[in-house]
């Protein structure tokens, strides 16, 4: 497979004298992508699993929920697709694109050979994690250069297959992922070209939100319904439109707070070090003192080390901070609130947030300074007025490694005999802080 995969993505009759036109024929090169993108994201524990067996089923893209998607083919494919020859201005964006292919597609073939040698216990197993974890953190970024270099190509030759092809799939790939970053211009040129895949309009409308394009929120929504039907609609859509109404008011704010705080540009940081890469946060300490203390203060006792984000659920969030790994344990503290601070922060996509224990005498709200541990990170936002948790944090690098976490859900009935084990955090630690004392005050 991975020779195919090669072939595919290193073609050796490639010409720049003329390229096939046609996005909306996308079926054939479609196929091929999902085995590529899906690779960047594994871990070595199910990294074996990511190659489809010989004769496996490939029969075309999939939505979201797996489902078949239909193939749109123009009437030049039905017979000798139309070879178009390129123009001058055409000739850079193409060279970037298939060099940047190429280059992802090296990187990816060598992530491979570092998880195999890593599994058959060659040498040192050591070096052979380090080089693995080194190439796919590569290739991560290399898959978003490429995914660059093709909406470059399409920009200047709008109907490019291969370029369409890439940028389809990725989208697919993101919107099964919670991956929303740069893509609402993508979605929207594939619409334009007549693309009409159900996953295409649910990408478009809900970065359009992410992005400020408001107004096109509910344009995709209702294109969607009026093509596929209301089914198709899910319930992180639900909750985009419920909100799109007042997202503006309340991200028009932290804006303002955000350009603040890039001036004075001395909040706290933490990396964590995770199973899947990297992820620096940026903390809340001027809404939020105590709650950033107190993070703070796990970090540096080692507290997170190891700790498993034991729910992971698609377009919701990402929870841990619990090393027993069930969500029942605490620090053996529990700290004030800080959600009633007169600029409280709202809960935005990647922004950090406390969990508390849910109040038995209403599932829909918490007990009061019960924060201890355990936080959230939010793959999309969710805005409320009276903000019942304390908003501490944000992601500042490494939104897509939080988006690819393995999606653990505990209150999913676990049908297969093998779990595989969730994602976790490695190691954490201070990057910086203020010059004071981080004095926790706790629930007495």
Known sequence: MWTLLKIFLHPGSRVLGSRV????????????????????????????????????????????????????VPEAAAG????????????????????????????????????????????????????????RDRARVEMNVTFDRAMDLLRVRKEDFEAGAMIATMLDYRASNSLYEN?????????????????????????????GKYDQVMKHYNALVELHGVEKLEDVDKMVASIV?????F???????????????????????????????????????????????????GYYDGADFYQVVDDFLAMGG????????????????????????QLFRGYLVMAKVPDPRDSKTYVANSASSQFAIALMPMIRE????????????????VASFRRVDPTEKKEKSVQLPPDRIETAKVLRKRDHEYKVEYVK
């Open 245 to 249: 109404e007042v997202y503006p008011k």
């Open 21 to 72: 036109q046609g996005i909306a024929a996308l079926s054939a090169s479609v196929v091929l992508w999902p085995m590529v993108t899906s690779v960047v994201a594994q871990d070595l524990v199910d990294a074996q699993d990511l190659v489809p067996a010989e004769g496996a089923e490939t029969d075309g893209p999939k939505d979201a929920s797996g489902k078949p998607l239909p193939v749109l």
């Open 183 to 211: 893509s609402y211009e993508a979605a929207e040129m594939m619409l334009e070209a007549g693309v009409t895949y159900p996953f295409l309009y649910l990408i478009a409308a809900r970065t359009a939100l992410l992005e």
């Open 386 to 401: 009276n903000r019942p948790q304390t908003v501490f944090g944000r992601v500042i690098e490494g939104m897509d490694v």
């Open 322 to 345: 619990d090393p027993v790994g069930d969500g029942t344990s605490t620090s053996g503290h529990f700290i004030p609130d800080e959600h009633d601070h007169p600029q409280a922060r």
């Open 251 to 301: 991200w028009d704010a932290e804006k303002k707070l955000l350009e603040a705080e890039a001036k004075a540009d001395d909040l706290p940081r933490v990396l964590l070090e995770t199973s899947r890469g990297p992820v620096t946060v940026e903390l809340f300490e001027n809404e939020a003192p105590n709650t950033v203390a107190n993070f703070i203060k796990l970090v540096e006792d």
């Open 80 to 135: 000798e697709p139309e070879v178009v020859p390129i123009t001058p201005e055409q000739e850079g964006p193409i060279r970037a694109f298939i060099e940047a292919r190429d280059q992802w597609a090296d990187t990816l073939v060598a992530m491979k050979a570092a998880s195999i040698r890593f599994s058959n216990k060659e040498g040192n197993a050591d070096e052979h994690k380090k080089a693995y974890r080194e190439l």
